[in-house]
Every structure is written in structure tokens, then in C-alpha cells.
């Protein structure tokens, strides 16, 4: 039996490599940037607001691609709760 021939701990060493140097640094980058409340202003009031984004929703999607962004709070709500977040388009 040569060393090569089971792929699996190769292929194994590769994945976790790509987790551990690209994969997790990207998440925690994108947790550490929005785990703090953001002020923000709302494009459909004009006003300035606290955003608190879902910063854990932020670091997970970060991983496949561009983070989703969801407020899970904000200091013009109730008011405006049904609000579209399009603030969170460009933060």
C-alpha cells in the first residue's frame, strides 16, 4: 500500500486548512464588525439611529459569501419595526 493511495486524509487536511487559514478569519472579522452597535442614518426618515446587527447572522454568511445583515434592534423602533433595513445596504 503506497502513502497515497487513500485520498481521504489528504483531502481531510486540505479542508481543514481552508477552515482554519481563510474560513474562520473571515467570520471572525465579520463578527468583530458588527458585534457593536452601528449609528446609522435611515434613508427613509433622514434621521440618525443605534443599529444593533445581528452580528452572529453577519459572521455565518460571511463564510459562503457577502454578509447578510439583519437588525435585531434600533432606536427608532417600535414605531418603525416593519422597517426595510436598507440601511444595512451600506453601512
Known amino acids: 500500500m503506497t502513502p497515497f493511495s487513500d485520498p481521504w486524509p489528504l483531502l481531510f487536511a486540505i479542508v481543514a ?3 482554519f487559514f481563510v ?3 473571515v467570520m471572525r ?3 468583530r464588525r458588527y458585534k457593536e452597535p452601528q449609528v446609522l442614518t435611515c434613508p427613509e426618515t433622514g434621521r440618525r439611529a443605534m443599529v444593533i446587527v445581528d452580528a452572529k447572522k453577519a ?3 460571511a463564510a459562503i459569501g457577502e454578509p447578510h445583515l439583519r437588525a435585531t434592534d434600533c432606536s427608532l423602533w417600535p414605531e418603525r419595526k416593519d ?3 436598507t440601511c444595512l445596504k451600506h453601512p
Do not use: D, G, M
Request: charge should be negative; charged fraction near 5%; aromatic fraction near 14%.
Open 17 to 19: 486548512a481552508a477552515a
Open 23 to 25: 474560513v474562520i478569519p
Open 29 to 31: 472579522h465579520a463578527f
Open 59 to 61: 459572521a455565518y454568511s
Open 83 to 85: 422597517c426595510e433595513q
